[in-house]
């Protein structure tokens, strides 16, 4: 477990203060978890709510750490060819015409022509294992997306950073890659794959933090407009008000909107403004229908 | 660790002295064992490693070791009321654990609490009663008359006995599911796509010239379902037989890789996957008995419908989903609620089946106004209250399937 000297991952601060300075707001649970999975060199499941930073997670620790970001979008029926790695076979079946005029070749050594390097077209979980220092931050996005074999194939390789391409060898990671898996939990992955990786579930942020978030990415917002749009979204993801809505508004959607009403030159947040601009917020028709009028009152009014 | 590190750390753990540490954290971690929380030794040792890594204040521990023991959204509320309990007051942990019933080997959550102990006694009683009722063979001397008779036998009209005997028939019925065309391929001489790796090694033998060229083609998947099961008193005699019947019908043995989910609606929605996932049709019966409370009770479809919507939307990912709706329409809910819900789930399943007991009456209209809206959302009623209708169940969903969406 060899650490970088100029590693901000020193501590769960470090890493919290670190994450910050790139954008990301995070908790003290998620940088723990972060933290541990730098540490003890373990991959890192994330679950959560669609729109809840798990993707810029990987964006912000990339940054931090200075390593590259590959990603690897997954989905039903994915293969390891498109995953892992692939053979150039256009690429070979000229090779191989072009070998039939020369004469004389054997077919033990016109196999090892065929299968250099030079041929082998690197999908993101090979380009990970071979990063070049100081290694790279691999991100396997909606896993719930991919299907049983490929959980299967994927522990294996979570387990050892190595595969093994029959026609050239064992090919091993020298940096390990750091791997973020995250998942909408649109299926149960499998118990294996959980064992595997640290757990972390990432929820709504709360006011405060959600306050610092839209004043950070948003700063041309006043701080009243700020605090009205954080007390609106957080009082819209709150009990008597989520159950309306099938799609509360992640992260993602209350900074579109701050930028939205900064672009409309909003000062204070009425019934109106919201009714026209509540596509940003709800991205569905039985949800901006939900926005009645009297909801409307509700969440405007001032808290006790 | 330094002087201070260390009496803050003794500050926080109560009594506990230093240099116990491990011993608290494996006694923390079979805590977790019993409640459900799938724990074992290397998650042990990873956590106890964690913990040098983080330090001990005690918002960083429960953090450290949430990430590490916990894998699932559901056991978070678990984990952290045991930690609190555990790591504030041992001997309150212990009540919470005592009365899980920690004799049996498969744990159950402290949520259930006291039900718990219903159930796991009922699962007991039913395992005894399974083995009487196993002694009741299909007498061989049964006349072929009694048995035509039994298969066209509405199930509310057979006494005890017949009920029993057809309780073990409906298990045989066969039911061939549809299956989709999926995204993995498989190795087949009828295949429309190349398999180029393979190909190519075969013609870099046969000196570069591709002679051979091996083919894949898609292979074929059972589809997903979701069994949505009334449970109202009208309905009482035919879940039973209709549970079972799906029960084995699908099960794992003859079917892998098949998803399947089932829920009861009542008065609130209920999942049933738990009990559906035991092997024995008598135990997984026994389960649904512990876990469902409003057996018996009036119907409100719109009200489970939403409920479905909310929670369990997952399960529809797809379009491929089956949806089985079996009901009498008898609703005590709301319309528009219900007809809002049934469009939604007609927009994300595959084919939509109303399995309707009253088909058993000759003159039977869907004129209730439940009974309307889900006749016509659905893109099919089919019977289900004799065991002839049962059988020609796979044939319909069959036909169903290949008929195109015209039925709107």
């Given at each position: ?293 009297e909801r409307l009152q509700q969440l405007l009014a001032p808290q006790a | 660790m330094s002087a201070a590190t260390e009496v803050q750390r003794a500050n926080w753990w109560g009594d506990a002295r230093s240099g116990k540490l491990p011993a608290n ?271 018996g009770g009036g119907t409100r479809l719109g009200e489970c419908l939403a409920q479905l919507h909310r929670q369990a939307a997952r399960h529809l990912v797809g379009r491929r989903t089956l949806v089985l709706l079996v009901s009498d329409g008898l ?45 016509r959302h659905t893109h099919a009623m089919l019977a289900v209250h004799n065991l002839e209708s049962l059988q020609q169940l796979a044939q319909h969903l069959a036909r169903l399937l290949q008929a195109g969406d015209h039925h709107r």
């Open positions: 477990m060899k650490k970088n000297e100029k590693s901000p991952v020193e501590s769960i601060d470090a890493l919290m203060a670190a994450l910050r300075e790139q954008g990301y707001f995070a908790d003290r649970r998620l940088a723990t978890a972060v933290f541990l999975a730098l540490r003890l060199q373990r991959p890192l499941l994330l679950e959560g709510e669609p729109g809840v930073g798990k993707t810029a997670l990987a964006q912000a620790l990339s940054a931090v750490l200075a390593r590259e970001l590959i990603r690897l979008q997954c989905y039903d029926g994915m293969e390891q060819r498109e995953a892992l790695y692939e053979w150039n076979y256009a690429a070979q079946l000229l090779h191989l015409r072009a070998a039939e005029l020369r004469s004389g070749t054997g077919v033990e050594a016109l196999e090892q022509e065929l299968y250099q390097a030079r041929y082998l077209v690197r999908r993101p979980l090979l380009q990970a294992l071979q990063a070049p220092a100081p290694g790279a931050v691999l991100l396997i996005d909606e896993v719930d997306r991919a299907d049983e074999p490929f959980e299967a194939f994927l522990l294996e390789y979570l387990g050892e950073y190595q595969v093994s391409i029959p026609e050239l060898g064992v090919i091993r990671a020298q940096l390990p890659p750091v791997t973020l898996l995250t998942s909408n939990r649109t299926r149960d992955l499998h118990d294996a794959v959980r064992r595997r990786c640290l757990y972390h579930w990432l929820d709504y942020p709360e006011r405060e933090r959600e306050l610092a978030i839209v004043q950070a990415k948003v700063p041309e917002a006043g701080k009243a407009l700020t605090e009205q749009i954080a007390n609106f979204v957080a009082r819209l993801r709150s009990r008597p008000f989520a159950d309306a809505f099938e799609r509360t508004p992640g992260i993602a959607e209350s900074v579109e909107w701050a930028k939205a009403l900064v672009a409309l030159d909003a000062l204070v947040i009425d019934p109106e403004l919201v009714h026209e601009t509540a596509g940003i917020l709800f991205k569905q028709r039985e949800d901006v229908a939900a926005l009645t009028p | 954290l494996l006694g923390f971690g079979r805590a977790l064992r019993r409640a459900g929380v799938p724990v074992d030794a290397e998650r042990l040792a990873l956590a106890q490693q964690s913990l040098v890594l983080t330090g001990m204040a005690k918002e960083d521990v429960a953090a450290a070791l949430e990430a590490v023991l916990v894998s699932r959204e559901q056991d978070l509320a678990v984990f952290r009321e045991l930690f609190a309990a555990y790591f504030r007051d041992p001997k309150l942990a212990q009540q919470l654990l005592g009365q899980l019933l920690p004799r049996s080997p498969e744990a159950a959550r402290p949520r259930h609490g006291p039900r718990v102990q219903e159930a796991l006694s009922a699962i007991r009683a039913a395992g005894q009663q399974g083995e009487a009722r196993d002694e009741t063979r299909l007498d061989a001397a049964m006349s072929a008359s009694e048995r035509r008779r039994l298969q066209h036998a509405d199930f509310e009209q057979l006494s005890a006995s017949e009920y029993r005997l057809v309780q073990q028939l409906v298990r045989d019925i066969r039911l061939p599911l549809p299956s989709y065309r999926s995204r993995r391929s498989e190795l087949h001489v009828s295949g429309t796509r190349v398999h180029w790796p393979a190909s190519l090694k075969a013609a870099a033998r046969s000196g570069g010239e591709l002679a051979q060229l091996r083919w894949l083609r898609r292979k074929q998947r059972p589809m997903p379902w979701l069994a949505l099961v009334d449970v109202s008193g009208s309905m009482e005699r035919y879940v039973r037989l209709l549970l079972a019947f799906l029960h084995q019908a699908s099960s794992p043995r003859l079917h892998p890789g098949l998803r399947r989910h089932v829920y009861s609606m009542g008065t609130s929605l209920r999942e049933l996957n738990s009990a559906f996932a035991l092997a024995d049709p008598d135990a997984m019966l026994a389960r649904i008995d512990a876990e469902i409370d409003d057996f609703d005590t809910g709301e319309p528009q609620l219900l007809e809002r819900e049934l469009q939604w789930l007609g927009r994300h399943s595959a084919r939509m089946v109303w399995l309707n007991p009253l088909l058993r009456f000759d003159g039977y209209a869907p004129l209730a106004r439940g009974a309307a809206m889900l006749h």
